[in-house]
Nanobody, 127 residues
Framework: QVQLVESGGGSVQAGGSLRLSCAAS????????MAWFRQAPGKEREGLAA???????RYADTVMGRFTVSRDNAKNTLSLEMNSLKPEDTAMYYC?????????????????????WGQGTQVTVSS
């Protein structure tokens, strides 16, 4: 089981930037697929950005060009750089990990694929 702890959330004005970090323990980030999700009140959990154990990266259309996912193997962390933030980006942001291999990349932004989750970090964007 991978343990995950997110940090870096906060409040920012529209157009601003934030960088989220997810510290992993119990497994190397380079050996598992990892992803960022968010969930706003009353809405389903939404996959935003993911990187597979092979290094393949996928983004949701809603964040393509604004968000960048990366991993630091030395620090064993996953990051999400968020630029040009909008009020609709307001949500709780979660980091997730899946140690299984051989699964289709098409499912890497699906919440059901991931069994390990962090506690979340709140992002609030004001207009």
């Amino acid at each position: 089981q991978v343990q995950l702890v997110e940090s870096g959330g906060g409040s920012v004005q529209a157009g601003g930037s934030l960088r989220l970090s997810c510290a992993a323990s119990g497994s190397a980030v380079s050996s598992v697929s990892m992803a960022w999700f968010r969930q706003a009140p009353g809405k389903e959990r939404e996959g935003l950005a993911a990187i597979s154990n092979l290094g393949t990266v996928r983004y949701a259309d809603t964040v393509m060009g604004r968000f960048t996912v990366s991993r630091d193997n030395a620090k064993n962390t996953l990051s999400l750089e968020m630029n040009s933030l909008k009020p609709e980006d307001t949500a709780m942001y979660y980091c997730a990990a899946d140690p299984r291999r051989g699964l289709p990349i098409s499912s890497i932004l699906s919440a059901g694929r991931f069994g390990s989750w962090g506690q979340g970090t709140q992002v609030t964007v004001s207009s």
